[in-house]
């Protein structure tokens, strides 16, 4: 079983829709989980961070973490053909500062 | 504003040069690390390095190495390059702010190796 799960995509969505992207993960030790965006030949930008179970909203964006079952997805709302990227899951393991990342999942906001 | 930086951002190199890819950040954090990135595999953990003189091997060390000499710079070298090692890499620092780590990234390098 793979760390870090994500559907690698593509998911499209027409814009104005509201995008869900999901990442499961395997080690239950893990503590903080990372949500970047990273365009087509650019380097990963962080857009947001959670740490509790639920949810955490920031703009059109919402994260959602549910550890019991291991699991966290961001929600785009009102998707622009802006945010086409690739969102990559990431996690830090309890005790370790570096993170797993996920494969990535491609979104297409269709105009 | 505080930023990462890598150089070159480009490189051609030939099987078995010595190659070495700089990372330079003024966040002045003291956790460094290098990934690389290929399709299909995500981002990969190389090396990290949480402070001057610490280095630590991440899942995929092998032809790598790095030092640490001051808070700003961790380069990274590939100390006899394989076509293997053709990917882009990327360098990243973080700090403790809250009890939570969150990571940025340089640019990146592309290397091909020929």
């Known amino acids: 079983q793979k760390e870090v799960e994500q559907n690698s995509g593509p998911l499209s969505v027409p814009e104005g829709a509201i995008a869900s992207l999901n990442c499961t993960y395997s080690d239950r030790g893990s503590q903080s989980f990372f949500w970047y965006r990273q365009y087509s030949g650019k380097s990963p930008e962080l857009i947001m961070s959670i740490y509790s179970n639920g949810d955490k909203e920031d703009g059109r964006f919402t994260a959602q973490l549910n550890k019991a079952s291991q699991y966290v997805s961001l929600l785009i709302r009102d998707s622009q053909p802006s945010d086409s990227a690739t969102y990559l899951c990431a996690f830090n393991r309890a005790g370790r500062r570096a993170l797993t990342f996920g494969s990535g999942t491609r979104l297409q906001v269709q105009p | 504003d505080a930023e990462i930086t890598q150089s070159p951002r480009h490189k051609i190199t030939e099987t078995g040069r010595q190659v070495t890819l700089a990372c330079h950040q003024t966040?002045?954090?003291?956790?460094m690390f290098w990934y690389r990135q290929d399709l299909g595999h995500g981002l990969r953990l190389i090396h990290y390095s949480y402070g001057v003189h610490d280095t630590n091997k991440g899942e995929v060390s092998d032809g790598y190495s790095v030092s640490r000499s001051n808070t700003e710079d961790l380069p990274l070298t590939l100390e006899s390059a394989a076509s293997s090692q053709t990917s882009v890499y990327f360098c990243?620092?973080?700090?403790?702010?809250?009890?939570?780590?969150?990571?940025?990234f340089g640019p990146g390098t592309r290397l091909t190796v020929t």
């Open positions: 966040w002045n954090h003291n956790n």
């Open positions: 990243a620092s973080s700090e403790r702010e809250g009890g939570r780590y969150e990571q940025y």
